[in-house]
């Protein structure tokens, strides 16, 4: 008999998790929530009719809906004791330090300041400068450092048409940010992916150049490989994909946020089956369509064959009109390492009027087993980036 799955708000990087289901050729159905967490039309009937044997967070969006169905239905679920704890920031920290977890400090805020003169702060939070970022599922890959509570309300505006829910203030990371993306199955956690974000600051905005999903990882970086499983059972993510946001510290890994559900934007599986065989959702679908299979990687040690780096292609600041020509575009697949490029904008898109637009610029992604041949590839097209001699626009 052929099970059926239902993939709880499959958006963004959950309709790549949706294609691979397609592609293995499994029974499942979409169930899309309204924000609060309550499904849409009559969804939810349809699918408990169809005895589904699990139910998919796709997204961070459906995380909550998820698990009152899995619950409802009898299915594998994360821990309900650590409900708050998974979507509350401060409870969040509270409950990794008392697992003996090093954190940063951190809060959740909201986007929408129309009713108030500004952010209403934790009492104690004394420390600046901070990075204000979206909490957003698409991933936008900006962010802000302020200074003081009242750049911060401003900052809060700015980014609501990123966010138009939440954004995460923390203390300022200093170096490169990480992202260890897992996949867990009664429990049982894989380390899918490890990600550092090397990111520029220039007039206060902070912006990701790119991003390395590590072959090799160093000795203080190889700590990930059990600090982030503690993060998971501290939290009672059991079931599923997940993210964890980190970075190192002087004494070791600090925690800055774990979001269960499958994050991120929608990318291309191609360069990611270059580099590792595989891609975050291609694993989540086959911890339940290949359980077997799920269960011998959970033998291996971490290791990968190819590195890959992403970079979200951006437009110089300050550029004007509209895009004419793509010059830079034949030097950088000319690049070592170089595998494939994608979703460049179509000629004539306007050049974005804010440092914080989210427009895609398109991505690039190269795939080698030297990691720092990547590296210097990736130095080469933001130096194309920032001389304008990437994309070029016409009035």
Same mark, same amino acid.
């Given at each position: 008999m052929l099970l059926m799955f239902v993939l709880v708000d499959p958006v963004f990087s959950?309709?790549?998790l949706a294609r691979a289901f397609k592609e293995l050729g499994a029974d499942w159905m979409p169930l899309y929530t309204d924000g609060p967490g309550r499904a849409t039309g009559g969804a939810a009937a349809a699918a408990v009719q169809r005895k589904p044997a699990s139910v998919v967070a796709a997204s961070r969006f459906g995380t909550e809906y998820a698990e009152r169905l899995a619950a409802e239905l009898g299915l594998p679920q994360q821990d309900p004791r650590q409900a708050v704890a998974r979507r509350d920031l401060a409870q969040m920290g509270r409950t @990794?330090?008392?697992a003996g977890i090093p954190t940063v400090q951190g809060t959740s805020l909201t986007t929408d300041t129309s009713s108030e003169p500004g952010p209403t702060l934790p009492a104690a939070w004394d420390t600046w400068p901070a990075?204000?970022?979206p909490d957003s599922a698409a991933d936008a890959g900006v962010?802000?450092?302020v200074q003081d509570a009242e750049q911060t309300g401003h900052a809060l505006t700015a980014l609501r048409? @990123?966010?138009p829910t939440a954004a995460l203030l923390h203390t300022s990371p200093g170096d490169d940010t990480y992202q260890v993306h897992t996949v867990s199955s009664a429990g049982r956690h894989l380390v899918a992916e490890v990600q550092r974000h090397h990111e520029t600051v220039a007039d206060g905005v902070i912006r990701r150049r790119h991003s390395e999903s590590l072959a090799g990882l160093s000795e203080p970086e190889r700590r990930f490989l059990?600090?982030?499983?503690?993060c998971l059972d501290a939290l009672g993510i059991r079931e599923g994909a997940a993210v964890t946001e980190l970075r190192l510290g002087p004494d070791g890994p600090e925690v800055v946020r774990i979001r269960s559900g499958l994050d991120g934007p929608r990318g291309s599986d191609d360069p990611y089956f270059a580099a590792f065989g595989f891609t975050r959702a291609h694993l989540l679908a086959e911890s339940l369509l290949h359980p077997d299979r799920f269960e011998q990687r959970l033998r291996r040690d971490f290791t990968?064959?190819?590195a890959l780096i992403r970079i979200d292609l951006r437009p110089p600041q300050g550029a004007y009109g509209r895009l004419s020509a793509v010059p830079g575009l034949n030097r950088l697949r000319r690049l070592p390492g170089f595998h494939s490029v994608t979703s460049l904008p179509a000629f004539g898109t306007p050049a974005p009027t804010d440092a914080l637009s989210?427009?895609?610029w398109g991505a690039a992604y190269f795939v080698h087993e030297d990691e720092s041949l990547l590296r210097s590839a990736a130095a080469v097209i933001h130096a194309l980036e920032d001389t304008g001699d990437l994309f070029t626009f016409s009035s």
């Open positions: 959950g309709a790549d @990794l330090r008392a990075v204000l970022r962010a802000v450092e048409a @990123l966010a059990t600090v982030v499983p503690d990968r064959p190819r989210s427009f895609s």
